[in-house]
């Protein structure tokens, strides 16, 4: 069984929102509703020596998921492929995954009467392909693959750079994984 992830080189990120229209696209999402930011820090520096960093952000699909534990109706699921979903079917709206979320990746549908969230595509992963965000990105910022795979390019990123977790401090070993740097690199 394969136990997916994501590399994300924000070396190779230029912040230019592809993987978040990609997203909305497939997701056919509201308007108002995005799984996948990009953020931007900076520019950062005193001229003429300025940087910025672009840094996407999306469910971590944690492999211990307090959003998992909180919800009430078993609607927030882990599948044992590591993806963290939402089965709308059983989801109220409570909103108590979005409380216990500390990545703040759950989205309230208010027109549904629902929460949602990134799932890695997992109808495109069911049939072989790769998440849309990761497909859209044409700096090749996003890498998405199965950490149990030796040969995976994502294990391989993993093992050959310093490789950071958000709030990895929390204990919910998340399955992005973020690799930061001042200077692009193209592999």
Sequence with gaps: MARYAMVIDTRRCIGCQSCTVACKVHNEL????????????????????????????LCMHCENTPCVDACPTGASLRREDGIVWINEKKCVGCKACVMACPYGARISNQEKGIVQKCDFCLDRVDMGKIPRCVQSCHQKARIFGDLDDPNSEVVKLINSHHTVRLLDELGSKPSVFYIYGLEAQMR
């Design 30 to 57: 509201p308007v108002d509703m995005i799984y996948n930011p990009v953020t931007t820090v900076g520019p950062t520096g005193v001229f003429p020596n300025l940087h910025m960093v672009h840094i996407p952000l």
